[in-house]
């Protein structure tokens, strides 16, 4: 691996909110290598929300078409969610993590109770066993009693469990203030340096 990229499995899975993604690469610094899978509910709620087809357009032609001509630079590698062939599959294959992001509540209980029939599963699977960080942001409510078992699975296992849901106390004035509170809290948990959102009273130091 190229000692100048870092990789990075991000997973789409079908839940609302394909802004968090959107907003997860944006923010991801040029260094990073992204492992991108996108499972095929995904993809058509993706094209409902923010109009990406992609199927048709690149990521980082999407991005740059979205925020701005840097974003081209974007490395990213998008996977299906039945190869099981592609890297992400594998332990072996190094990443220094993954990020679920939406996770609906089906990919959420292929993950916590050990499925691993689809990439996605598969490669979160792949991460819990070799204690790399896992996030997965969940979207769904309410919640029934089956989401709340598989979440406190999947925690137990050694998945970190974001909900999206934004706080207020930073004075958002636009949606992206939301997702980017949330999408600073991501980055934070892989220890990948941001600069969306400064936690609470770090400034004064
Ligand atoms: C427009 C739309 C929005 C959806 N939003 C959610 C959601 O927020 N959370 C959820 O758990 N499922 C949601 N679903 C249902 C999932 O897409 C469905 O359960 C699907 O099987 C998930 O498959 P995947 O996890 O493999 O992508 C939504 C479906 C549609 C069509």
Redesign the pocket.
């Known amino acids: 691996m190229n000692v100048k990229s870092k990789r990075l499995v991000i997973a789409i ?5 394909m802004i968090y993604p959107l907003r997860l690469l944006k923010s991801l610094p040029a260094a990073y290598q992204v492992e991108l899978i996108i ?4 993809k ?2 993706m094209e ?1 929300e923010t109009g990406w087809n992609c199927d048709r357009q690149s990521a980082a032609d999407f991005l740059s078409e979205k925020y701005g001509q840097d974003q081209k630079l974007k490395n990213i590698r998008l996977w299906t ?1 039945d190869n099981f062939y592609a890297g992400p599959a594998s332990g072996s294959y190094f990443t220094e993590g993954m990020v679920v992001c ?7 209980s ?1 993950i916590a109770n050990g499925y691993a029939q ?1 990439l ?1 599963e598969r490669a979160a699977d792949v991460n819990l066993k070799e204690r790399r960080p896992l996030i997965l942001l969940i ?2 409510t309410p919640f029934n009693r089956i989401h709340l078992e598989n979440m406190l699975k999947a925690h137990d296992a050694g998945a970190v469990i974001v909900p999206a849901n934004p706080a207020f106390y930073h004075y958002p004035e636009t949606i992206e203030d939301l997702v980017d509170f949330i999408i600073a809290r991501i980055l934070n948990l892989l220890k990948i340096e941001q600069n969306l959102f400064t936690g609470w009273q770090e400034e004064i130091d």
């Not at 499972?39 to 995904?42: E, H, Q, V, Y």
């Not at 939406?102 to 959420?108: E, Y």
Request: glycine residues 12%; negative net charge.
């Open positions: 899975s079908g839940a609302s909110g499972s095929d509910p995904a058509k709620i409902d969610d939406p996770c609906s509540m089906k990919t959420l292929g689809t996605i979207r769904e």
